[in-house]
């Protein structure tokens, strides 16, 4: 079965400081990707999707940045941490090439920027 | 724009029945998810729906209607583990999913 993973699940950092998210999908091959933000009160904002290996598309543009090193693996980066960063961060897959459009979540990581 | 309206919260009695509200206004359509997500949790997917009329899950109940954009999740049966937030969020005509802000379900003894 498929599951995914992502860490850590609380970080408290100071503004200024750098960040690093990991997300890695196992029990499936070539998944979408995705980094999402939850701010109380608001839907949930698209911030990265990649659909393979290198390719990362950019929703909003900001601070933070993405990777995919490896095929389920993606990463969520931040050299320099605004006050406005904080907030619950998710990342998701769906199997590519469906129109569904299912997501599946990892448990989140909630980012608290001081 | 792109828009998608839920009433922010809403509250019931165990054993009830409620029904929450979903209306969008989206470039293009291809399809109206709902999920659910428990305080502190990740989303959870419950329902999708691509064409007009009521599907049915168990206790859980989703209707659409692309003519009106509008659709409702409705919830049979209330427990006490159904308190949490319910997503609606529609897949546009790029396949991007836009989110409402949620709907926090309050269940009452």
């Known amino acids: 079965s498929q599951t995914i993973h992502q860490w850590p699940a609380t970080l408290v950092q100071p503004v200024g400081s750098p960040l690093s998210l990991e997300c890695t999908v196992e029990g499936t091959s070539n998944p979408n990707l995705y980094w999402y933000r939850q701010a109380a009160g608001r839907g949930l904002q698209l911030l990265f999707y990649?659909?393979?290996?290198?390719?990362i598309s950019s929703e909003v543009p900001q601070n933070l940045s993405a990777s995919r090193p490896q095929d389920r693996q993606f990463i969520l980066s931040s050299k320099k941490l605004l006050l406005s960063d904080s907030g619950f961060y998710l990342c998701?897959?769906?199997?590519?090439?469906?129109?569904?459009?299912?997501?599946?979540f990892g448990e989140g990581s909630r980012l608290t920027v001081l | 724009g792109q828009n998608i309206d839920q009433p922010t919260e809403m509250t019931a009695t165990e054993g009830a029945i409620v029904q929450i509200n979903c209306t969008y206004q989206?470039?293009?359509?291809?399809?109206l998810f709902w999920y659910q997500q428990h305080a502190g949790e990740a989303p959870t997917f419950l329902s999708y729906n691509v064409l007009d009329g009521l599907e049915e899950k168990g206790r859980f109940s989703s209707f659409l209607s692309r003519s009106k954009g509008y659709s409702y999740l409705l919830l049979k049966e209330l427990q006490m583990k159904d308190s949490a937030s319910y997503l609606c969020a529609v897949m546009d005509s790029n396949y991007q999913l836009i989110w409402g802000a949620g709907t926090k379900l309050i269940i009452k003894p």
């Open positions: 990649s659909v393979g290996i290198g390719q």
């Open positions: 998701a897959w769906s199997v590519r090439g469906t129109d569904t459009g299912e997501l599946f």
């Open positions: 989206t470039s293009g359509f291809n399809g």
